[in-house]
């Protein structure tokens, strides 16, 4: 509901960090409970984009060629390796690093600690890791969509609303009146099974090799809704390893040769804000003159 938890904001401060060159590794610190598919989709195409780049843009100089003819590309047997060792010593807080493979490959983690459901869980599915304190939530990988009838409270205040339409589902979902079964239908199959299904495809896809297959997860009802704790959300390859926040931002110091940590989506002060923050402290210094005044004049 805030600025810096829309999709776009998060997606752009991603690619912000990441393509920094002084930035060594990207660590997004999840805490929602869910909110909506379109936001987490933006994000999780932006984590999917930066490790697996799709026809990517070269500019064209006036000469005709590409800018960026001349730039090497990275062994990548080198880079898998690297990601490899990088994610099992996060992980386990155990490994030996070659502190010359830093720029070798740059880590896109997810660190939650209280709570990473529906489509915060969605977003973070394509990230290269994700860690979490022990008793965080995990899960919830559904779709859910509101309808409220208030049909019989217009009943009983004797209050009718008549909506003039053109198209047949124009005003499916009027709350002054019952859903349909015939709209009831349409939603539940063109809409959310529609987006469980892309849910479900985009969470096997980031993460491929992890989760637990197909089957075992119709089996267990990995993707009705439920929410795990850290235990079990492991155990079925949702989330790679018990690694509290504090733990990781250790690890990735020792890694990576730095304490400096920078915030690339906080809140941006704006002349509103500064406003408020001289009327709150106007109040307060008027409050703690009054409190003197009265301490004075009861001495």
């Not at 997606?11 to 990441?18: E, G, L, M, R, T």
């Not at 080198?78 to 990088?86: E, L």
């Not at 600690?113 to 599915?125: F, G, R």
């Not at 339409?165 to 009831?184: C, Q």
Request: net charge negative; aromatic share 6%; glycine share 8%.
């Amino acid at each position: 509901g805030s600025r810096t938890g829309d999709g776009v904001e998060i997606a752009q401060a991603i690619s912000k960090a990441y393509n920094n060159p002084n930035v060594r590794a990207v660590l997004i610190e999840a805490e929602s409970g869910g909110g909506g598919p379109s936001d987490a989709i933006l994000i999780y195409r932006k984590l999917q984009e930066l490790h697996n780049p799709k026809g990517q843009i070269k500019l064209i100089n006036a000469g005709g060629f590409p800018s960026t003819s001349n730039d090497p590309s990275p062994d990548l047997s080198k880079v898998a390796a690297v990601k490899k060792n990088v994610l099992s010593i996060l992980g386990s807080g155990v490994g030996q690093f070659n502190v010359d493979d830093r720029t070798a490959y740059k880590p896109v983690i997810v660190s939650v600690k209280t709570i990473c459901a529906s489509a915060c869980y969605y977003a973070a599915s394509a990230a290269d890791a994700i860690y979490a304190d022990s008793n965080a939530l995990i899960g919830s990988i559904g779709v859910r969509m509101e309808h409220w009838d208030v049909s019989k409270v217009m009943d009983t205040v004797g209050v009718r609303n008549e909506t003039l339409i053109a198209g047949e589902f124009k005003n499916a979902l009027d709350p002054y009146r019952p859903l349909t079964a015939t709209t009831r239908e349409f939603m539940q199959d063109e809409i959310l099974d529609g987006m469980h299904k892309s849910f479900i495809s985009d969470v096997e896809a980031g993460r491929k090799g992890k989760i637990v297959s197909p089957e075992e997860a119709q089996s267990i009802g990995l993707y009705s809704g439920k929410i795990w704790m850290t235990p079990t959300a492991i155990k079925y390859g949702l989330i790679d390893a018990d690694v509290t926040t504090v733990e990781l931002r250790e690890r990735l110091s020792t890694l990576y040769g730095t304490d400096k940590f920078k915030v690339y989506n906080e809140a941006q002060r704006n002349l509103r804000s500064a406003l408020g923050m001289c009327a709150s402290l106007a109040s307060s210094l008027e409050s703690v003159n009054n409190t003197l005044a009265g301490i004075e004049s009861s001495s």
